[in-house]
């Protein structure tokens, strides 16, 4: 059995948190420049000039892109051939978080309470998801969840008869509800099916998919391609000051759910769409 | 669309100038106060008793910022949702803010507001806080220490880039704009 220790994974998360925050992925600066390739608007073609300069100058400079360096979601692959040693595994991830956090000189955007509201001032608990694997390694991705993009996001059961129109429908809607307060242009992640927790959790696995890259199912990357481009002729543009480029990518992910039931999540993600992967 | 560029606190003949799509530049000081900070400010204000800092004819910018590095003056800091503070905006203007920073729309009483009290609601690019932390010169907390990215902060600013989204007159230029570029001809309903 491979061994990994709770330092190495303390250490990888600490590392993750603050790069994420600083480099912006490249697919999503792609984004950027193509959309300024077809933007309308004079207005949102200078904003999405303003984002790949804001992009730039943060890499270069080693500084968070956006002051909010969110709530950190967490996932881990554990592969079932990986031994942890040396303390508790979710201790670590949190831990590393501490770490990142001040070491990152990032913002502490996380409140112990929900109700009384105080300040952890260490940026935890963030939101852990594992997954055991095949394999002897442990895959660790860190999202630093915006509060902006994250408080639009919205569930709903559909009835089974409603179908892609009542899915599309509800993403439109929701989009358009949040307008610009959700920081646009974004990716919006789709889930469909499955149950009440789980449609949420594929929604948000899907803003974490590579702009680009359609789902491996024909009916379900044909739902992507239609529904980005009705989102983006809603007019919202980036930052909700009118164009054609409100959202950069739409990605859907579905899971199997009862007869009963068509529950359908959209997890909205603002422009800083950051995420950053290491394996262990 | 005019380019304007200000000095702060804002006179009342500022504030009746500016109209929904100018871009402005604004120059000397503003306030950073967002959510908790607001809260606070409701709850002085109901009780007729004085806020933390003289806020009248000044900018309110809703931010948080990142932890300055060895050497900055300010981290990162971009604008928050503006319509989280929809349900104080209004008492705020009647107070006598003259302005606020924001990202995003926000509601018709708000909008009403900025004409019942001659206010201006600006929106700055959320996200850009790289760039837009690199327009303020010098930045100290000055109340609400204790809510630490959300305590209230004085920073002077130098041509700080933002844009009238809702003047005094009953502009918006949100609906403004997202007009020109609507291209869908089905209703959707408000969830």
């Avoid at chain 1, 909010?68 to 949190?94: C, M, N, S």
């Avoid at chain 2, 402005?24 to 933390?52: C, M, S, T």
Wanted: hydrophobic share 40%; charged share 20%.
């Amino acid at each position: 059995m491979r061994k990994i220790s709770v330092e190495q994974i303390r250490d990888a998360v600490s590392v993750l948190c603050w790069e994420a925050c600083y480099y912006l992925p490249d697919d999503i600066v792609n984004g950027f420049h193509k959309a300024l390739e077809t933007e309308q608007s004079p207005l949102g073609k200078s904003i999405l000039e303003q984002l790949i300069e804001n992009a730039n100058l943060a890499a270069k400079e080693d500084r968070p892109y956006c002051h909010d360096t969110g709530l950190t979601v967490v996932y881990a692959e554990v592969g079932q051939e990986v031994h942890i040693e040396g303390g508790d595994f979710e201790a670590a991830i949190h831990e590393g978080i501490r770490k990142g956090y001040k070491e990152g000189y990032l913002r502490n955007s996380v409140v112990g309470d929900p109700l009384l509201r105080i300040n952890t001032n260490d940026n935890t608990p963030g939101v852990i998801h594992t997954r055991i694997v095949p394999g002897d390694k442990i895959k660790l991705t860190v999202l630093p969840k915006g509060g902006g993009s994250e408080n639009m996001s919205a569930m709903k059961f559909l009835l089974p008869g409603e179908g892609v129109a009542g899915v599309k429908k509800f993403v439109l809607d929701t989009i358009e509800a949040a307008g610009g307060r959700a920081c646009p242009p974004i990716v919006v992640g789709v889930g469909v099916g499955g149950t009440f927790d789980k449609v949420t959790e594929i929604a948000k696995e899907a803003v974490l998919r590579e702009i680009g890259v359609h789902h491996h199912e024909p009916h379900i990357a044909q739902l992507e391609k239609e529904l980005l481009e009705e989102i983006n002729k809603l007019g919202i543009g980036p930052q909700g000051l009118g164009g054609t480029n409100t959202a950069l990518w739409v990605a859907a992910e579905t899971y199997g759910c009862h007869i009963t039931a068509l529950p359908v999540a959209v997890n909205i993600q603002c422009h800083a769409a950051r995420k950053k992967s290491y394996v262990l | 669309m005019a380019k304007v560029y200000l000095q702060t606190p804002l006179t009342i003949e500022d504030v009746i100038n500016l109209h929904a799509g100018d871009e402005v530049f604004l120059n000397g000081i503003i306030y950073v106060a967002r959510d908790a900070a607001h809260k606070r400010f409701l709850e002085l204000l109901d009780k007729n008793q004085p806020l933390p800092v003289n806020l009248k004819n000044h900018i309110i910018f809703y931010a948080g910022p990142t932890p300055p590095k060895p050497g900055q003056v300010i981290g990162s800091i971009a604008p928050t949702t503006a319509s989280r503070m929809d349900p104080y905006a209004p008492a705020m203007f009647e107070y006598g803010v003259k302005g606020v920073i924001g990202k995003g729309p926000r509601g018709q009483s708000v909008k009403d507001a900025c004409k019942d009290h001659q206010a201006i609601c600006f929106s700055a690019v959320g996200g850009l806080s790289a760039l837009l932390s690199d327009k303020i010169q010098s930045a100290e907390v000055v109340a609400y220490e204790d809510l630490g990215p959300e305590a209230i902060r004085q920073l002077i600013v130098k041509d700080f880039p933002v844009m009238v989204v809702y003047d005094a007159h009953g502009n918006d230029l949100y609906e403004q704009e997202i007009a020109k570029y609507r291209s869908t001809e089905k209703v959707i309903g408000h969830i």
